[in-house]
C-alpha cells in the first residue's frame, strides 16, 4: 500500500492535531509503577510577572527532549509543571501597573486589596504561561501542575520555616542589608546587578577637636556623612599616628567621632589614606564597625528620604540632602575639590533603581552547617554538573557561608509565620502549654517573645487574645519557596507514595545565573528537610543574548515571543534552532529581526531600533513604514508594530520539509512492501553503508544525549539525515526501486532507515515525527531493523533506536565518503564551467588500483549522481586533452569539457567576471582604510564589509584557477 502525503508540511495543523490528541490520551501521565525505573524532572517554574520568552523556551525544550528521550527509553517519565509566585518580582509590576493607570500606590490600596489584585494577575499570566508550554509542546503531567503558593507549597514552607525556627537555624536580627527604596525591602546580593555610571569623587576635612589640624577624606557619597561614626586611617601611617584617639567633628551634626586605626579597611597608598566610616550604610564600614565596637547611625528612612537622625536635612530625598551637604560644607570652609569619576554603583535587578546598604532588622537562616552538606554532596559526586565547570561557582559561593537574609517587606508571597507577644512567660506558657506545633522564645533585645506556629492558632489570630499577639508583616524571599520545590510538589511534608518513588528527581536544567540563587539552595533545603539530595545532575544550559550582545526583553525592544516564532515557523523549528544554540558555551547570540507586518519579510534589527531610539522603519522588501518591535507608546496608531523573530529558525523549518519530502518519496514508493528480516552480511554495500553509519550516529546521538550536549544532538541529526540520507541514500534508492529485483530489498531499507530517523528525531522535533509515524503506520505497520515489529500507537512510546555495534564498518564508510567526494567533484567542475544541467559527461578518474576498483563497482552511483555518461577510471589514466582537473588525496578526476563548451567564451565569461570582482574589492579595501568609515560605522556593518573583503579574495582565487584549468585545456 503507498501513501501520498500532502505535498507540504502544515506545521500548525500538525500542532493543533497532536497536541489535543496527545492530551487526550494522557501519554504525558505519569503515576507509580514500582515494575518501572522513574525519570523525574520538575520544571524550573516560570514566574507569574509575564509571557514567557526564548529563554524559557530554550530551558523547557531541553527539558523535553530529555523527558521524551527518557520515556521512548522505557523509563516512567514525570515531568512536573508549574509556575513560581515570585514574591518581589510580580509585586513590582502590579504596583507599576497600578500607579500608571490609577494613580495610586500600594499603601493606597491597602494590603488585602494589592494581594486580591495580584491573585488577579496571577491566574491571567499563569494560564497564559501554561498555554505556551503546551503550544511548545511540553510533554509535562498537567495534572500535577503547582503553584508556589498553592495549599501543597505553602504547607511545606511553613513547616520548613518552623523545623528550622526550632533548630535555632532562623533568628532575627539587625544587619546590613541591600535595601531597594523604590520597592521598599530588602533583596539578596543575587538580585543586584552592578553598572559603571558617571559619578563624582568629593574630598572633603573635618576639623580635629582641641587642635587646628584637619583630617582630609573622600566620598562618593556625601550624604553620608550624617551617619558616619569614625575615621579610619592605617596604623603605619605616620601621617595620621599622632592623630589616633583624638576626635574629628562633624559639624553637619553636631557629632565628635573617634579616629581609629583599622588596617583591614584602609589602604594608605590611595587617596588622603584617611577613610569616613559609616557602619549603617556601607558594607566595608559595617565590618569595621563590628570590629571596634561603633554605633550604627541609621540616616535613611525606608523610601530613601532622610530621617531624624539627620537633623536639619530630615524628609529630604537623599540626593538633594547630598547637593545641600556639599553646599554647607562649602561654606563652613570644610570643601576641598570635587572630580568626575565613572563609579561601579549596585542596582536592584527588579525596581532598577541604586541600592542602598541599610541597617534593619530582618528574618536571617544560619548558612554554616546547611552550606557543608551541600558543599559534600557535590565534593563527593552525588550531584554532578554538567559542564562541569559550573560547580566552581556553586561551591565557592557555599564556602562564604553567610547568612540568608529570608524577609522581604513585602505583601504578596508567603507571610513569616511568626507573632510578636509582650506577654509574661506564664500567660504565654498557660495559654499555648506544651503544644508540639508550637515554638516560642525571646527576641535579642528579650522585649518581646516570637512564637513560631505551624498553624494559624486563634490564641495568636484572634484580637481578643490574651496574648495580644501581632503577626510580622514580611513575607518569606520567593527563593525560601522554590528551595522546597522538587520535594514539596511529591507531597512533602507526607511520606507520599509520589515523594517515594519520584524523589530524588533525575536532573534539573536551569541557567547559570541562578545556581547561587536556586540551585544550590534546593540542594541545602532538600537535604534539610529528606536528608537526600534534591536531583543528581545539573544541567546548565546558555543564555541566549541577541545579536549585539544584549540580555533579550521586551523592554529593550528585542524580546522575542516564542509564540510569534511558531506562528512563522512552526513548534518544530522552534525547537530544533534552540537545540542547536545548546553549546556548552556560556552566552550564545541570536541576531533578532524585525517582521515586517506588511509583507512578513525578515528585516535584521540594527542597534539604534533598541530603547525606542528609532520609532519609525521603512521596509527594504515593500517600502511600507512600520514600528520596530518592542512596548512603545502608539504614536501613531496608523504605524503598525513589528513582531520579533530570527532567521535562525528558517533551518528547523528547512529541515522539517526535507524530511517531510524524503518521507513522501518513501511512502508513494511502498508498493508491495513485505516486511522481511534482513541478513546485514547479504547486503549490498550501499545498504551496509546505511546502516553502518544509522548504528553509528545512533550510538553517537545516545552518548551526547546522556552528557546533554543537544546542540550536538541536533547537529548529528541534521548532517546524518539530511545529507547522508536524503541527499546520497535515498537518491541511491532511486534506480533500485524501479528494477524488481532489487526494490523489495530497497523498500524494506527505506522503511526502516526512515522508521529510525523519525524516532531519534522525536525528542527534539515531536510533531513532525508523529505525524510522520502515524503515515507509516496506515502502510508498513511492521517494521524496524533488523526484524520487523508492530509500531505502537504513538510514536511517544515507540522504542529508542539501539542497533548492533557489529554493524559499523569503518572501511565501508571510508569507499562511500571517497566515492562522494568524488561526485561532489565532479558537480564542482561541472558549476565552475557552466556545464548544463541535464548534459551527461564524460569523466576519467586516476586512483590506486584497489580505490579504482571499488570505484568501479560503485558506477552505477557515481554516474546516475553526478550525471556521468562516459567513466573511465583505473591508475594508469592521464589527463585527456581539454579537460578540467581537481586533484583530492586519494584520486585525481578529470571532466572532458571538449564539445560541451566553448573555450574561449567561457574564457572570456570568466576575465570579465575576475575584473567586476576586482573592482568590488578594491571599493571593499578603500572603505576599510578609511579611518572615519571605521570609527563611526556600526561594528556590524564594519564586519560585513571584511567579511566581503574574505569572500571577494575567495572568488577571485577560484575564478584565477579556473582560468587557468581553460588556459591548460
Known sequence: MTLELPKQYDPQQAQARWLAWWLERGYYDSDVDSQRTPFTVVIPPPNVTGALHLGHALNNTLQD???????????????????????????????????????????????????????????????????????????????????TLDPVCSRAVRETFFRLFRAGLIYRGYRLVNWDTTLQTAVADDEIFHETVPGYFWTFKYPIVGTNEFIRFATTRPETMLG??????????????????KKAWIPLVNREIPIIADAELVDPTLGTGAVKVTPAHDFRDYECGLRHGLPMINILRPDGTINENGGRYVGLDRYEARQRIIEDMRQLGLFESVEERQIELAHSDRSKTPIEPYLSEQWFIRMASLAERAIEAVESGQIRFFPERYARTYLDWLREKRDWCISRQLWWGHRIPIWYSEADEELLRRTL???????????????????????????????????QAQQDPDVLDTWFSSALWPHEVFGWPDDTPDLRYYYPTSVLVTSRDIITLWVARMVMMGLYNTGQIPFHHVYVHPKILDGFGETMSKSKGNGVDPLDIIALYGTDALRFGLCQLATETQDVRMPVANVC????????????????????????????????????????????????????????????????????????????YTPADLVFETLPIEDRWMLSRLSRVTEQVTRNLESYQLADVARGLYDFTWSEFCDWYVEMSKTRLRESASRPLAQRMLVGVLDAIIRLLHPVMPFVTESLWQALNQCAYLRGLPQPRPATETIMLAPWPDFPSSWQDPQVERLITQMQE?????????????????????????????????????RPFITQLARVQAFHCGPEKTRPPQAAASVHADFEVYLHLQGLIDIAAETKRLQKQRLEKERQLQNVRAKLANDQFISKAPAEVVQQQRQLEADLLEQLRILEENLQQLQEA
Open 822 to 858: 568524488l561526485v561532489r567533484a565532479i558537480r564542482n567542475l561541472r558549476s565552475n564551467f557552466q556545464v548544463p544541467e541535464k548534459a551527461e559527461v564524460e569523466v576519467t578518474v586516476r586512483a590506486e588500483p584497489g580505490l579504482a576498483e571499488q570505484f568501479q563497482q560503485l
Open 597 to 672: 507586518p506588511h509583507c512578513q519579510a525578515l528585516v535584521p534589527q540594527k542597534q539604534e531600533h533598541l530603547y525606542m531610539r528609532t520609532r519609525k522603519v521603512t521596509c527594504p522588501q515593500c517600502k511600507k513604514p512600520f514600528r520596530p518591535g518592542g512596548p512603545w507608546p502608539t504614536e501613531d496608531p496608523e504605524l503598525p508594530t513589528a513582531r520579533q523573530a530570527s532567521e535562525r529558525f528558517e533551518i528547523g523549518r528547512n529541515f522539517a520539509n526535507k524530511l517531510w519530502n524524503a518521507a513522501r518519496f518513501v511512502l508513494l514508493h511502498l508498493d508491495g
Open 65 to 147: 527532549v530529555l523527558v521524551r528521550w527518557r520515556r521512548m527509553q522505557g523509563y516512567n517519565a514525570c515531568w512536573v509543571p508549574g509556575t513560581d509566585h515570585a514574591g518581589i518580582a510580580t509585586q513590582a509590576v502590579v504596583e507599576k501597573l497600578i500607579l500608571q493607570q490609577e494613580g495610586k500606590t500600594r499603601h493606597d490600596l491597602g494590603r488585602e486589596e494589592l494581594v486580591r489584585r495580584i491573585w488577579q494577575w496571577k491566574d491571567q499570566y499563569e494560564a497564559r504561561i501554561l498555554s505556551q508550554l503546551r503550544e511548545l509542546g511540553c510533554s509535562c503531567d498537567w495534572r500535577r501542575t503547582r503553584f
Open 433 to 467: 502549654g506544651q503544644r508540639p506545633d508550637v515554638v516560642y522564645r525571646r527576641d535579642e533585645s528579650h522585649s518581646r517573645w516570637l512564637i513560631c506556629s505551624l498553624n494559624d492558632l486563634p490564641e495568636l489570630t484572634d484580637p481578643n487574645s490574651p496574648l
Open 228 to 245: 558616619d561614626t569614625a575615621v579610619a586611617v592605617h596604623p603605619e601611617d605616620p601621617r595620621y599616628r599622632h592623630l589616633l584617639g
